[in-house]
T-cell receptor, first 112, second 120 residues
Framework: GEDVEQSLFLSVREGDSSVINCTYTDSSSTYLYWYKQEPGAGLQLLTYIFSNMDMKQDQRLTVLLNKKDKHLSLRIADTQTGDSAIYFC????????????FGKGTTLSVSS | GAVVSQHPSWVICKSGTSVKIECRSL??????MFWYRQFPKQSLMLMATSNEGSKATYEQGVEKDKFLINHASLTLSTLTVTSAHPEDSSFYIC????????????????FGPGTRLTVL
């Protein structure tokens, strides 16, 4: 079945850039998403990318998609302490249905 | 727009009791709602997909009689955990989708804030 993998933990200093990586197995994925989850809270959609794109930039966030390698990354520029959270990568295959498949999440810790 | 609420946000109950969790789309009509379960430091696992007016589709390994889902209107879905036990303690998150499926972005899922269930 489909699988989404992420590294579990990333630690950066305030002001540095953070890069969170994700790999997925379903080559039919149509949309790929990044969600942010703060402690005890639900999920907040950060950004998404359609599978025919290879890059998307939205303010401090840059998403890169390498469809050949099935690799997705999220770069957060000028990381702030408020960016500390768990970041989930998710993929959706419209042909198979619309449920999201999530990775296990990457905990980003930002130190000042 | 696209706000999803859940109620309650936190519930503690005794083993053997039933708990109902509500998921509402506040400013849009949701043809489909999804229920996820999240264990501590774990990913979200899809439990079931519910379409308004029809029976929910449960994922493999999820007990239908244990987790009752009702999607009676386009803005409300409920998850009832029947005869709850301590192993049912978890964070339950719902999401709601505007569209009917397909390639449009508006088929994005909007997530509720989650309900933390603790069964004693």
């Amino acid at each position: 079945g489909e699988d989404v993998e992420q590294s579990l933990f990333l630690s950066v200093r305030e002001g540095d850039s953070s890069v969170i990586n994700c790999t997925y197995t379903d080559s039919s994925s149509t949309y790929l998403y990044w969600y942010k989850q703060e402690p005890g809270a639900g999920l907040q959609l950060l950004t998404y990318i359609f599978s025919n794109m290879d890059m998307k930039q939205d303010q401090r966030l840059t998403v890169l998609l390498n469809k050949k390698d099935k690799h997705l990354s999220l770069r957060i520029a000028d990381t702030q302490t408020g960016d500390s959270a768990i970041y989930f990568c998710a993929e959706r295959n419209d042909q198979a249905g619309t449920a999201l498949i999530f990775g296990k999440g990457t905990t980003l810790s930002v130190s000042s | 727009g696209a706000v999803v609420s859940q109620h309650p946000s936190w519930v503690i109950c005794k083993s053997g009791t039933s708990v109902k969790i509500e998921c509402r789309s506040l400013d849009f009509q949701a043809t489909t709602m999804f229920w996820y379960r999240q264990f501590p430091k774990q990913s979200l696992m899809l439990m079931a997909t519910s379409n308004e007016g029809s029976k929910a589709t449960y994922e493999q390994g999820v007990e239908k009689d244990k987790f009752l889902i009702n999607h009676a209107s386009l803005t409300l879905s409920t998850l009832t955990v029947t005869s709850a036990h301590p192993e049912d303690s978890s964070f339950y998150i719902c999401s709601a989708r505007k569209g009917t499926g397909g390639f449009e972005y508006y088929n994005e899922q909007f997530f509720g804030p989650g309900t933390r269930l603790t069964v004693l």
